[in-house]
């Protein structure tokens, strides 16, 4: 028999002569194993609680040893083995106990089925998890629950929106964790549009069997729309919830800030601030503050978040310094996100890649490129996200020959097979510098489907150079993979009109109406005083609109008499010249200049943030304004920072 026992040193031996396991301690264990011959034939005492104890302490080989002289383990015992297994990352030993306890006959056995299949899913081994759905008669809602988790978990969705009918057919009814994976699953592989038509009935099938008052179910369905983009649906059922908690709040506050809307995150997080007393911020939440204040550059605002998260102690939570890097680097105190990563006392990879990502905005390729390679000598496996950044550096600083070498050796020293964001970077690189045809031929020669993103790549390197031929090809790819994405129409368009093909323009902007698409206004965003100002390029609701008109038509004659010839090609428009000079005078980016040239002290820098490109013409006005006003100016358009000094634009000219 086994007897628990106390003693220094301690032995645990088995009653097979081949094993005897032994360990010495300066202090005296908490228990130990010896084979006690006293009471031979008492089989009333069994080894289920000496088991549990072990798996308990952490022990599992021990555990295991022990099993195998219980005759009768109970379900408690296999699930605490179970449970083990998964601590200890053992999928051999979860196999053993899986064998075990089927031939105890528990393999019929609904709640540990469930404790089977959450191991296998914490062990990547999803094939074993189905199998035991599979074998399992009597599925319970608990182990359709268990294998919803553990297919969403592997980004298997539509396999569980396929099971999810099935336990309709079949009558079996949903509970509040149902929900909350089959949920999970719309969103858990690709956002398709038909995936987002399953999640609208699990919406509806919540409403029609009374969840929606409960909150983490509610949580879930906003933050489904958010992925999915549909900004709306989410702030009503945001709306409605009779109850929020700080997860909640940070869904929607996470919604507004990954989908262009960031004015309205901070503007919710005031709300939830002001108007809550038991939802505290957390850290998720002051992530998504952090990435609207960098969204906008609004640096006023993201100090004073600096300063809360100082206070709560927030500090020492990688993400958030993360974040507060890009914050900084993205209202233009590059040397600020420096300081804060610098003070970091540890660092992940997505440190590393919020400062490399700082760095290439700002146009500094070779800084990033130095930073990444700093990453890797210390010891910092690159990521995914790690290329994209810095092939993204080299893309903005046109540093091929460095971006190429990065991207060969993405598979050839870091064994990273590159995705569609990769390619798209590479085609963005050599199509910046005017070398469509390799960007061509890159697309051509891919493994994998270029899908939007590279089509759209090459598309807005034609738009740069004007190249009419291959942004045919490019469209034609895209209108067939995006349908109703406006901006591809968009930039087209642009490539005709910079072409004078207006029979051309004319045809694209007559499929834009044929699909009901509009072109997405041009918005820029600048802070005073902390208030943060939004300008549209039709904007007649501004009180000041008249001086800002007034101020801009005063820089456009003075810099005429400076040799300024205004570039009319972005308008998509056959008018006179005069008309097109006053459409590229009112654009977004230069009410926001005059605003801040009325509205700011001397020699205080002026931040405007821009949701599309900056246009030629409000590029080169910004320059002579930064030098006549003697003014710095950082403008951070969609693609990168421009910082204007005494005349010149830290891109050189090269966006």
């Not at 089925?113 to 990547?124: G, H, P, Q, R, V």
């Not at 993400?319 to 992940?348: H, N, W």
């Amino acid at each position: 028999m086994w007897a628990l026992q106390l003693h220094t040193p301690y032995t645990f031996r088995s009653s097979s002569p081949s094993t005897h396991i032994h360990y010495t301690t300066s202090k005296p264990p908490i228990c130990s194993l010896t084979l006690n011959p006293s009471n031979p034939t008492k089989h009333e005492t069994n080894y289920n609680h000496l088991i549990q104890s072990l798996c308990k302490q952490g022990s599992l080989k021990q555990a295991l040893e022990v099993l195998s002289h219980e005759p009768n383990p109970t379900q408690h015992t296999y699930e605490l083995l179970i449970l083990s297994c998964s601590r200890q990352s053992s999928l051999p030993d979860g196999l053993d106990v899986h064998r075990h306890l089927a031939d105890a006959g528990f393999d019929q056995d609904p709640f540990l089925a469930t404790k089977l299949i959450n191991m296998y899913s914490e062990l990547d081994a999803i094939d074993n998890a189905r199998k035991v759905f599979d074998k399992t008669r009597k599925r319970t809602i608990y182990v359709w629950n268990a294998l919803f988790r553990a297919l969403t978990l592997a980004g298997h969705g539509q396999e569980v929106l396929d099971l999810y009918l099935q336990m309709n057919q079949i009558g079996i009814p949903s509970d509040r964790f149902t929900y909350t994976y089959v949920l999970k699953a719309c969103v858990a592989s690709e956002c398709l549009i038909s995936l987002l038509y399953k999640g609208k009935e699990i919406h509806a099938h919540i409403l029609r069997h009374g969840y929606e008052a409960l909150v983490h179910i509610m949580t879930t369905l906003v933050d489904m729309y958010a992925r999915f983009g549909c900004v709306s649906y989410a702030s009503c059922v945001f709306d409605e919830m009779p109850v929020r908690n700080v997860v909640s709040w940070s869904a929607m506050i996470a919604c507004y800030a990954k989908n262009g809307r960031s004015f309205e995150a901070l503007e919710l997080f005031r709300e939830m601030i002001l108007e809550t007393q038991d939802s505290i911020p957390n850290s998720v939440t002051m992530v998504s503050v952090l990435q609207a204040c960098a969204a906008l550059a609004a640096l006023e605002q993201g100090k004073l978040l600096h300063g809360y998260i100082l206070r709560r102690g927030l500090d020492s939570i990688l993400p958030v310094i993360s974040a507060l890097v890009t914050m900084y680097s993205r209202c233009g105190k590059l040397e600020v996100g420096q300081r804060v990563f610098d003070q970091m006392e540890k660092r992940d990879v997505v440190s590393w890649n919020s400062l490399i990502s700082s760095y290439g905005i700002h146009g500094f390729g070779k800084r990033a490129i130095q930073i990444f390679e700093e990453m890797v000598y210390h010891g910092v496996t690159p990521s995914h996200v790690s290329f994209v950044s810095v092939l993204g550096a080299c893309s903005h600083a046109g540093l091929v020959e460095e971006g190429k070498m990065l991207f060969e050796s993405m598979v050839k020293q870091h064994r990273i097979y590159p995705s569609v964001e990769h390619y798209a970077c590479m085609v963005d690189l050599l199509g910046r510098a005017n070398q469509l045809d390799e960007a061509a031929k890159i697309i051509e020669e891919m493994r994998i489907e270029p899908g939007p993103e590279v089509w759209g790549s090459l598309l807005g390197s034609c738009r740069i150079h004007c190249n009419v031929e291959l942004a045919e090809r490019a469209s034609r790819r895209l209108f067939d993979l995006e349908p109703m994405n406006a901006g591809n129409y968009v930039l087209l368009a642009d490539i005709y009109a910079e072409a004078s093909m207006w029979d051309e323009v004319k045809r694209v902007k007559k499929l834009l109406d044929a699909r009901g698409l509009q072109k997405v206004p041009g918005r820029s965003w600048i802070e005073v005083k902390r208030h943060i100002y939004s300008f549209a390029s039709v904007d007649e609701f501004n009180p000041q609109i008249e001086q800002l008109h007034a101020l801009l038509v005063e820089l456009s004659t003075e810099m005429k008499g400076q040799g300024y010839v205004p570039q009319t090609k972005a308008v998509l428009y056959d008018l006179d010249v005069e008309e097109k000079e006053r459409i590229v005078l009112g654009h977004s980016e230069k009410l926001a200049v005059a605003f801040g040239l009325i509205n700011t002290s001397k020699g205080e820098t002026i931040r405007i943030t821009k949701n599309l490109r900056l246009c030629e013409d409000c590029h080169s006005v910004t320059k002579f304004v930064s030098k006549f006003a003697n003014r710095e100016i950082l403008v951070r358009d969609v693609n990168r920072f421009h910082h204007f000094k005494d005349g010149v634009c830290s891109c050189g000219d090269y966006w």
